[in-house]
């Protein structure tokens, strides 16, 4: 199993970034797919997430509004891109994507299954957001 993070860099304050997180070696349609992110020094932070089944989302209350998850299902896609717009100083942080199967879905990410330590994980990619 691979989950490849990319698309991460340096943008102003304002700026936009889209990451992907590309996925091998699962059966991708019956897996959610969550981002996490983690700043120095911080916990990590459940971030976004979009499920197998029907596409529902979650977003985290402090990226509402600003970033948007989508996901591309195709074989030869198996992708799930995290749109961010109006990035701030404090999105400052390695993203990860994550993959859990579709009993787990999004709990995870949303901080309402802390107990589980199953799923898939990527390398992070670095966003940096200077002011």
């Known amino acids: 199993v691979q989950l490849q993070a990319s698309g991460g860099g340096l943008v102003q304050t304002g700026g936009s970034l889209k990451l992907s997180c590309a996925a091998s070696?699962?059966?991708?349609?019956?897996?959610?797919i969550g981002w996490f992110r983690q700043a120095p020094g911080k916990e990590r932070e459940g971030v976004s997430c979009i499920s197998s089944e029907d596409g529902s989302t979650y977003y985290t209350n402090a990226v509402k509004g600003r970033f948007t998850v989508s996901r591309d299902n195709a074989p030869n896609k198996n992708t799930v891109w995290l749109q961010m717009n109006k990035l701030k100083p404090e999105d400052t942080a390695v993203y990860y994507c994550?993959?859990?199967?579709?009993?787990?879905?999004?709990?995870?990410?949303?901080?309402?299954?802390?107990?589980?330590?199953?799923?898939?994980w990527g390398k992070g990619t670095q966003v940096t957001v200077s002011s």
């Open positions: 070696g699962i059966n991708f349609d019956y897996y959610a």
């Open positions: 994550a993959a859990y199967n579709f009993k787990v879905g999004c709990t995870v990410v949303a901080g309402r299954n802390n107990d589980y330590n199953g799923g898939f």
